[in-house]
Nanobody, 116 residues
Framework: QVQLVESGGGLVQPGGSLRLSCAASRRIISINAMDWYRQAPGKQRELVATITSGGSTNYADSVKGRFTISRDNAKNMVYLQMNALKSEDTALYSC??????????WGQGTQVTVSS
C-alpha cells in the first residue's frame, strides 16, 4: 500500500559524500523505526543505520563516524548522510520503515558505487 522511494545514489570517488533520501508515498502513522539497509553482490543484506521513534540512532560498526541517519517526521522522510565513502560501501541501499499499524515497508533501493 505504502511505497517508499529512495534517491540520491550514484557514482562517487573514495572519500566523497552522498546524501540518500527516502520518501513515503503517503503518511505513515506511528512509525517505530526508520532504517537503511545495504546489500552488495554476493553478500548478505546488512543493517546500516536505524533511527527510532524516540530519535535514538544505531549504526553498523563499519559506518560509525562516517554515516548519519536523520528524519523529517512531518514529511515521513528519512535521510542517510554518507561521508568519507570507501569502495566497500558500494551496494544497493534500501529504505525500511516499520510502524504500529502496518509494514514493514521497503523501497526499491538506490545504487551507491564508490570508485575512482
Amino acid at each position: 500500500q505504502v511505497q517508499l522511494v529512495e534517491s540520491g545514489g550514484g557514482l562517487v570517488q573514495p572519500g566523497g559524500s552522498l546524501r540518500l533520501s527516502c520518501a513515503a508515498s503517503r503518511r505513515i502513522i506511528s512509525i517505530n523505526a526508520m532504517d537503511w539497509y545495504r546489500q552488495a553482490p554476493g553478500k548478505q543484506r546488512e543493517l546500516v543505520a536505524t533511527i527510532t521513534s524516540g530519535g535514538s540512532t544505531n549504526y553498523a560498526d563499519s559506518v560509525k563516524g562516517r554515516f548519519t541517519i536523520s528524519r523529517d517526521n512531518a514529511k515521513n522522510m528519512v535521510y542517510l548522510q554518507m561521508n568519507a565513502l570507501k569502495s566497500e560501501d558500494t551496494a544497493l541501499y534500501s529504505c525500511h520503515i516499520t510502524s504500529r499499524y502496518g509494514g514493514p515497508y521497503w523501497g526499491q533501493g538506490t545504487q551507491v558505487t564508490v570508485s575512482s
